[in-house]
């Protein structure tokens, strides 16, 4: 219920919106207010609530496919976070928004509802077409507020990002199609067993077309032209909201869809640590040059993002924790850093920092927040960004040490930029005179403190974030037996497979956490291959462990009905069982080769 | 003589291509659009047509598409209209030849 | 032994923190500003009870030191630590003088902030500051060490940066945050190393020395020997960093944009010794790398010496300082480079005294002049503030290692050991002797600094207090001693910079220092490296250490010597000779003096340079030709879109039947060929 609600509440929000005049402000401000605050709310508990999935239905069989298309609904540690992201960031932007706007405020709201409701779609959904419906869903209102909010070029920025990442998942869509018409249905597991049938080429190619569309949302180098003209065009808080929860997508997708589906692949994928890192330290001299504010946090950004898509493809055995904890930290630095920058342009009229500056003096407490917030961006240790930082670069040390280094010098360039920034925006005499009456109001000012509290929070004690990423086994394992129990009513035949599958199944669970140790003694006693394979079971297994188990039970709906209506079962379920048995068979000898390493 | 149902076909074909005729011919955009029903109406008749030679139990779907059809129509008549007043309003002319605009 | 939790010595300052910064930002609106008389109270009181604290545990502590375990910090795969926190004899002498001089020096800070209109925020930097440093000495592993460690340099930051209206104090500012982040990526890297090698127990450092002594015991020293050694010198690039030697060392000279006591407290006494502290506390780890430590050695020797020597051409009082305190951690970093950590503790702990007061009365000097820092327009102010003038030359006969004074005793020891326990000897077919012992070499390297060392402060202090006063008339007539609030921590530090060396004078029997750092650095300091491959090798076995037998005595008299002939050279130069008048307001040193001056600056210059070019290069190049390539393939497809339209037919009528007989046409095929599959 709390998955549904998510996803859909915040349309029913954005409809209900409609209600309100467009002339009446404030009402429409309490209004929308109030929907966001229920939003973080529902968020929270999600957050705090553990891996929960909806009963899958089926949605719509495309045309040419084998398998059915579900509805269907996961929350697992990261997805959970990154809807607390879109959730917390909505509700600060509509915070924001209410100096800034006017009176438009009501259509804003009801664009950022819509925009919160796709991508909380995106983080949550199970089912790939459902991914990539709302995956290509979050750009279009996106688009439509940058074009009616947005600076002097909006109409140019709205095109270029709407083009520019409608383009880049094309070939995504075109590879989700071609796999499904051979695969079972459209859900995680059903995809990966598919592709692993397929020749190493064809692999390769759909491997690319799935990674070109989440490097152009991340965005990666050099698929980054939309990025800067984007975030600065749009208003400040939607550039916010973009930045902090909506690129998110692109890292999500790498590790929610192409590590899992591709997990055989991953030779070739090394090549995106030096993408990554290449568009950390490219970002950061980008900023380094910047004039325009939203233009340099725009790269800030996209350097950021670039080490964490770098810490991913690392493959270590941290990764996970490290890059959510990145995450979410740069989540909410430059989210509130992209606030603070709309309440200064507000501020002084402009956009150009060597135009800003004095601002230290005519409004202390703003450049408190600001400062704070720059700082905060900076890693200063005790604040959640050191977290994720070092620990990326501990993920990244691990795979070489050539690419610490050049993560470290990107942190040496981030203190560069950052610095400056603060230096031409709060610093220094004022070169512009302020707007008389502009300030930060208490609320805002309530918000922007409790984003930077919660950074130093998540600082001191990351394992509020990384804790949710344990919480995957024990639901899993409830789940698999669940299936086992309620499944014995269907014909001998099937029974039988059941159990062939859904013991290796508990068998992997259970050697998770025996794999950690070994692989954590690996690492220390300097393995590397057997390491690089011990790793990408591990992402297989974090991400796909409730995929796995749902699969099964959908597979088994999916199979009742082939079986009612008579068509070909048999076949069917050969290939199936030959294809479900793969992966079981792999691990066993895999794991037995560990413990005699070790 | 009974009604034999490839008189309806034809009668239907007859309709269709009459329709079709008034809606490239005329360059008054209301009897474009009345040649337009005209061929959509043909094709409803040659449901029901095909409905009355094929077995009971599946002429059913050739009486409902009709019904359908016949309501698409009918909210297709009111949008066309619509604009074409609309077009009237701007032009002052409904001569078809006149809107050229949707060329790049 | 006393019940004080650890966790109390941070929490005060942390405290004072977060109540001055909530008293800043809401006193921020009115135009008085906080009552400072509030602010200052806690601003004093809080470090004052961590001292307290400390001084406590200090006096009750067990040998082996205090451990506590507060909670975990950061537990994912590969990575496990806690907060936790040591109190043993190395912390002990570290947290007795930050939270000592600290005290002292905020509450010297109540009369030179006075009027000031950041009062309030001044001392919450002040008070971070604390924590921080706290935090860095008390924490019982590496990564908590660098959340001090990145604190510290934080709050330098901004307190470099605290007059912020001025742009240039913000670009030392930055400049300094940027230097230091550079070594700090060294100190991440490290941290990183020695997680490869012993796992994220290794950041801890009992068990690090633990995981060490296994090494040895087992033999299995060889096998990381490169890892380790690579951690020894990426730790040592992060010491470089915070403590300002070679090649990082070019943000301290311009540190000294910010307000003095700050220079007193963060740039002199603590925040720059803490390079030294994490090499001592590191000890076991160094000792096994001989090749790092000579490295320390060589940087910390040639550091010493050049920034004793620019120290010579510096016209502004801050600035001899500023190079003053680079020469002297560089003799720290030399004694650390001879495994001698216990004597370059000592050396922290009486620079701390003598350097505060000294900046402490520069402070106050330039309290009297209204803000004059150019030595050229002092003079003669020895009538004028007589106490400060005491103050400033028991300082200057301590740091000149005048015998019986603070610096006399740790300098000395310092020198003595360098000449002792340096066994590196430097061989090449090509030297005319087959072999260099380069423990001469850098004992006369050592002995000449602190010639240079006597000069450039006797120098100081002669154009500070004797002769004319050289300044303009309306200044002289409002020269005024510093209140005593000012005073009263000026006059316990010199007692600290004059009876501090007391602690530890060999010559005298008193070994009291060394003793109480014994439990933690001895073992470090008795490592040979020759066992480190051959752990069965006995005690008596050791080659032996010291190489030459020298009379402790001819040491003392040499320094006193050194000493002597400085203040000398500096009376001669200066005391009655014409002082070039000034031209233009910048203290900048000029000619060769400038680039000497600046030498490292021209370094890091060209690094920057660099850096600036490649961001050029991606601006103006590599994102045009993205762009331009992004261009193209939007006008193509719109240039494609174009002729496209010529499909399309004026008249809709046409239109329409073109596209029945299309239809047809489809149809005609589909009919034809019997299905397009």
Redesign the interface.
Known sequence: MLLHLLVFAPFVAAILMVLNSKEDFRSATRMAILFAVAFLGLSIALVAGGNIATTPMEWFWIPGCKGPTYYYLYSHGLGAWMVFLSCGLSLVALVSARGLLGMNYRNFAIGIFSLMGAMNGTFLAADAVLFFFFFEAMVIPAAVLIASFGGEKRKEAAMTFAIYTLVGSAPMMVALWYLLTFADNSLLLSIALAVQGLPEATQLVLLICFLLAFIVKTPIFPFHGWQAITYSEAPAPLSAILTGAMSKAGVFGFIAWVLPVFPFNMTEISTMVWLGLASAIYGALMALRARDGKKLLAFSSMSHLGIAVAGVFSLSEAMLPAVLVLLVAHGISAGVQYFLIGVAERMTGTRNIDEMGGLAHKAPAFSFLFGAAGVMALAVPGTAGFVGEFTVLLSLWDLSPVCAGIMGFSMILSAAYVLRFIQKVIFGEAKHECKEGVKVSGLEGVAYGTMLVLLLTFGFHPAFVTESLHLYDAPAAEQAEETAVTEEVIEEEVEEEEEGEVEPLESHIVNSSDIAKLDSSLIQAGFSEEERKELIKQVIETEANIARSTALALEKQAREETQVRGVEDKDYEINDAEMEGHPATDAAPVNEKEASND | MELQPIFIQLLALALFAIG?MV?????NLFF?LMGIELALNAVNLSFVGFAKTLPDTMSVAGQIIPLFSIAIAAAEACVGFAMVIFIFRNRESID??T??D??? | MTNIPLWLIPLFPLLGTIILASIAVASSPNKKGAPEGIVGAIAVLLPAMSFVCVVALASTMPDSGIRETICNWIDIPLLKVDIGFLFDGLSRIMLLFVTGIGTLIALYSIGYMHGDRGFARFFAYINLFLFSMIVLVLSDNLMLTFLGWEGVGLCSYLLIGFWNKDLKNCKAANKAFIVNRVGDIGFLLGMLCLITIGGAGALNYDLLNQFIQMLIAGGHVELVLPMLSLAAVLFFVGCTGKSAQIPLLTWLPDAMAGPTPVSALIHAATMVTSGVYLVARLSNMFVLCPDVLNLILVVGALTAFWAAFAGLFQNDIKKVLAYSTISQLGYMFMAAGVSAFDASIFHVFTHAFFKASLFLGAGAVIHALAGEQDMRRMGGMIKKTPVTACVMIFAFLAIVGFPGFAGFWSKDLILERIFTNCNWVFTGTWLADGAVPMNKIFYVTGLFTAVITAVYMGRLIIMTFFGEYRGDKETESHIHEAPAVMLIPMIVLTFGSIFAGYLWAESIGITFFADTLAPVLSAAQAFDPARMFNPDMMLEEFIPRITTHVNPMLFAALGTLAALFGMFVAWKGWGKAHIPSVKGASTAPEGYAKGWTFLWDYVHLFFIKAVLIVAWICDVVVDKVLQAFQWTISAIVSIVGDGATVFQVRKVRLQLTLSLFGVALLVLVVLLTGGLV
């Open positions: 079709i809606a490239i011919s005329r360059r474009v078809a030849d809107y050229s949707m060329r790049g």
